[in-house]
């Protein structure tokens, strides 16, 4: 893929919101992330449509405008990648929320897609989730941690060998959070 230009950012936090051919963009991206090495969720690929349509369509049932969104980013009219921050209801931990499925599509990375959600991320959690913290776990040994430093994540711990991948692969669970 050779699409340049600014993403278009836009949310969804309502299943009502998401059309069959976005649901398709969206897990054909997901697949593609992880059968090229993603961190997205799926630890062991391949993994094909049907096997991740099982987890998108949970995660898009459970949209809501006050717990949990889509944040996803358009190039030229193609998913080059998305995220979903969640809150929390229990009001002793409804001031953060938790970002998963952080994932940009092999064929837009370099373009600033992943800088982009994050920046768009910090807004959205602020002024519309009116969230105060935000956390994120990352996979060890890819260089995430680099990456979300330069956005102003910062780590507060590690969990070592946390995540078997095979024999003599084991890798940290990364802890990060950002203050907004």
Known sequence: MTHDGPPELTQITSHDEMPPELRRELIECWVTVTNAGGAAGFPFPPVDFDQVAVVADQLIADLTPQRSHLLLARVD????????????ANPLIAHWGTVHHVQTHPGFRGKGIGAALMRRLHRLAREEMGLEQLHLAARG?????????????????????ALRFGPGDDRDEILLVLDL
């Open 141 to 161: 040994g890819l260089g995430l941690e680099k990456f979300y430093g330069r956005l102003g994540w910062k780590e507060i711990g590690r969990w070592p060998g």
């Open 77 to 88: 009219g193609t998913l080059a990648g998305w995220l979903n921050v969640r809150s929390d």
